[in-house]
């Protein structure tokens, strides 16, 4: 007897077709990346819960689950694809964390993930059910904490404002950076004070408003711009009323009246004359479709199995933590110590600070600091920092390092003069002292620079392509005094001093 093989079916261990397999295989690739990640998963959740600043942003999550369940009736009108080209957006993704891990940027890095999760999500559902998301897809990058670079301008407008109220009421008062003198005390409008906590929540508050109450653009953008320009003046504001109420009361009355304004109190009352000045030019409808499914739906090129790619999805996720592992530089060594260099005309001096100071670098391998005097009585302090290598937490700029202290009494008031290629900036202690700071970073021997995203880049390339990552700053510092003027103490002492290049190269052991 003649037997026959009969074909045999195959079955697909999970099945990856319609919602369910497509929503099957985002989930894997969603949890992939949360899990590789996960340090900034919990670095990011960690600002959000420890800084006032981005308490809001633990509300966003929840908001676009009700943003897209507000779409769900629409969405089930559509039929998933797995898109090839939406791999494009998840690498780019996966190139952002890449750049920002090697930099050492921890914005990029969050803002990466978000990017990442969004070109998982466009490549296994399709275009379709992407541009019907588009809303809660760009909302998300609103979880990631930004705008702490806005703090020091934010703090000199906030300055600004409160003196305009106060000159306008009469009040006499005299500002030098973001400190204000009047006959009642001295005032600093501080971080805290400088509006960056409302403007930032106002932000995602007002987009969020834009799409749930707006349909016209002209609307939307005239909303924004006003909900944004009352925070920063309503900011102004409640600094004039504090000062003011300390003027005509006294500083203890001014501090309990700012406690009971200061907070989400405060910003609530703000949202509420902003919804009430906007409510009558609403232009959505409560019911209104969010969008058509019959026009969004439509054959998708370039389609593939949502198996396939989940698989590259997980490729080019995975290769973005191997290559930085990979072209890791093997740390070039410092000298065994760093001693502060011989300056013409200038001798060690042993002359008291008048308010103890400390630059902050957390991490440094070799931290130096002197007190230098000349023939004209003029006193700098040189303080020269090294890091054989950069990693998070030992990073040659990033917040809370440099100049002032966050965890000391002294905070910066000003930006300041500066030569080309050096930062500059005031700061102040309580006395007030005040001091004026000129600083320099070198990565690998490059060019000396005041600029942090330039030493953030020379970071980069360095991590990216395994080259020289040894780090110096230099930073050169003096007191305001009665007759002796920071600036013209720092210029003699930089003529004095000669090539900052060689003295950084010869700190790192370069040369």
């Known amino acids: 007897m003649t037997g026959q093989t009969l074909p045999m079916a195959r079955t697909p261990l999970v099945d990856l077709t319609g919602w369910r397999g497509h929503l099957t295989a985002l989930g894997v690739v969603a949890f992939a990346i949360l899990t590789l990640f996960f340090d900034d998963v919990h670095s990011m959740v960690s600002i959000w819960w420890n800084s006032s600043t981005f308490g809001h942003c633990l509300f966003i999550p929840p908001l676009i689950a009700w943003l897209v369940q507000q779409r769900l ?49 466009v490549a296994l559902l399709g275009p379709a059910v992407a541009r019907a998301l588009i809303f809660p897809l760009f909302y998300a990058f609103l979880m990631v904490p930004f705008g702490e670079e806005l703090v020091p301008p934010l703090q000199l407008v906030t300055a600004h404002l409160t003196m305009f109220f106060l000159d306008l009421s009469g009040v006499p008062a005299h500002m030098e950076g973001i400190f204000i003198t009047t006959p009642t005390g001295y005032f600093e409008v501080a971080e805290a004070c400088s509006g960056a906590k409302f403007l930032i929540a106002m932000t995602a508050y007002g987009v969020l408003v834009c799409n749930v109450c707006f349909k016209s653009w002209p609307r939307r953008i005239i909303f924004m711009g006003g909900a944004l320009l009352l925070s920063i003046l309503a900011n102004g504001v409640r600094a004039f009323a504090t000062i003011l109420v300390a003027h005509l009361t006294t500083i203890d009355a001014a501090v309990g009246f700012d406690h ?94 008048a ?32 890091y054989e290598r950069q990693d998070e937490g ?118």
């Open 73 to 121: 009736p629409g969405l089930r009108q559509l039929e998933p694809v797995a898109w090839t080209p939406g791999l494009l957006w998840l690498g780019l993704g996966a190139l952002a964390w890449l750049l920002g891990a090697a930099a050492g940027v921890a914005m990029v890095r969050h803002g990466a993930l978000v990017l990442m999760l969004q070109g998982a999500t």
């Open 260 to 353: 009971v304004v200061y907070g989400w109190v405060f910003f609530a009352i703000i949202m509420i004359v902003v919804m009430a000045t906007a409510w009558p030019f609403f232009d959505r409808k409560p019911g209104d479709p969010w969008f058509d499914p019959q026009r969004l739906q439509s054959p998708a090129a370039q389609t593939g199995s949502a198996g396939r790619v989940a698989g590259i999805a997980l490729a080019l996720i995975v290769a973005a933590p191997l290559w930085l592992a990979a072209t890791a530089a093997n740390a070039d060594p410092l000298p065994a110590r760093v001693d502060l260099p011989s300056v013409p005309g200038w001798t060690r001096s042993a002359t008291p600070m």
């Open 355 to 386: 308010y103890p100071w400390k630059p902050r670098f957390d991490g440094a391998d070799h931290a130096t600091l002197g007190r230098y005097r000349n023939a004209d009585g003029q006193i700098v302090d040189l303080a020269i920092i090294a």
């Open 394 to 511: 030992r990073e040659l700029v990033g917040f809370g390092q440099g100049a002032a202290d966050p965890d000391s009494q002294w905070v910066w008031s000003s930006p300041a003069a500066a030569p080309s290629g050096a930062r500059g900036e005031q700061i102040t202690a309580p006395g007030p002292v005040v001091r004026q700071v000129v600083s320099y970073f070198v990565v690998g021997g490059n060019a000396p620079t005041g600029s942090r995203p330039q030493v953030k880049i020379a970071t980069m390339k360095a991590r990216l392509l395994g080259q020289d990552q040894r780090a110096v700053a230099i930073l050169i510092s003096a007191e305001e005094g009665q007759g002796a003027h920071a600036d013209a103490a720092i210029r003699a002492f930089l003529t004095n001093i000669g090539d900052i290049q060689l003295l950084a190269d010869r700190s790192a052991g370069i040369r």
